[in-house]
């Protein structure tokens, strides 16, 4: 596969393929997605930001730098808050991988593979905290591997949050696999209340188990140990002291 090396058509190459892979996976072809959505990150990684930006300037998306003698000082408390929400600022390129992640972590959830699901659902939400499938999907990814507290924090943190980012679907939604497609409050509540169910059933198994292993009966050997005759136990024990009374007198 030949890569591009202007940013913007690696971009745009991207794009196609994460057409592609959405395409692909509507239709359940998961490997076909998979490939295709790895492919759209590959010509994403390594892109210059600070080139893209200049690039976005040339074509008259940049602010025109300050005059010699205009005025650019800043107080510390201003400018540090400047650089912060500098660093936060959320580019075409991370809020394109944050979706690609994020559908990714929708194929390998379609597939049962909720390792993998929980990684790249965690991989779109660094490059966008704000990808609320994505932090819905981690949630219930954390709940299928067993860590209940951290699933429920997820999905409890998420159910706090304004509902008007959770609308929009890169996938349309469909009756075979609606909830990892779609995001809504009503959804977050009703996958926190199947993690609590499922939660205190396989802990009601577990003590069942553990009820089972205390009440089970003595193994043969054990019973037979015990039914031995006493004076046999005595004679053992009598001989026992023979010998090391013997034994210590040499």
């Known amino acids: 596969m030949s890569m591009p090396q202007d940013p913007i058509t690696k ?6 393929k994460k057409e592609i892979a959405d395409t692909a996976f509507k239709t359940g072809d998961l490997q076909t997605a998979l490939l295709s959505y790895h492919e759209a990150v590959m010509y994403l990684h390594g892109i210059d930001k600070n080139m893209l930006s200049a690039m976005s300037g040339a074509m008259g998306g940049a602010r025109a730098p300050p005059l010699p003698d205009e005025e650019t000082v800043e107080t510390p408390g201003v400018q540090k808050e400047k650089d912060a929400q ?8 991370d809020d394109l991988l944050s979706k690609i992640y994020s559908n990714q972590s929708a194929c390998h959830m379609k597939k049962g593979n909720w390792k993998r699901a929980l990684e790249t659902a965690e991989k779109a939400l660094s ?9 819905f999907r981690k949630g219930k990814a954390q709940g ?5 507290e951290k699933a429920l924090a997820t999905l409890e943190d998420l159910l706090q949050k304004d509902d008007s980012g959770m609308a929009t679907t890169e996938v349309q939604s469909s009756s075979d696999y609606p909830w990892w497609v779609h995001v809504d409050k009503a959804g977050i509540s009703a996958e926190i209340a199947r993690i609590k169910v499922a ?5 009601k198994k577990h003590n ?19 039914s031995t ?22």
């Open 127 to 135: 490059k966008n905290e704000k990808n609320y499938k994505a932090q």
């Open 144 to 148: 299928e591997l067993g860590y209940v």
């Open 208 to 226: 069942q188990k553990f009820k089972g292993f205390l009440n089970r009966k003595p193994a043969n050997s054990y019973e037979s140990v015990s």
């Open 86 to 93: 500098d660093q936060k600022e959320l580019t075409e390129v």
């Open 199 to 203: 939660d205190k059933e396989r802990e």
């Open 11 to 16: 971009i745009e190459t991207a794009k196609k």
């Open 229 to 250: 005759p006493s004076h046999a136990s005595s004679t053992s024990i009598q001989s026992t002291d023979s010998s090391v009374s013997a034994a210590s007198t040499v």
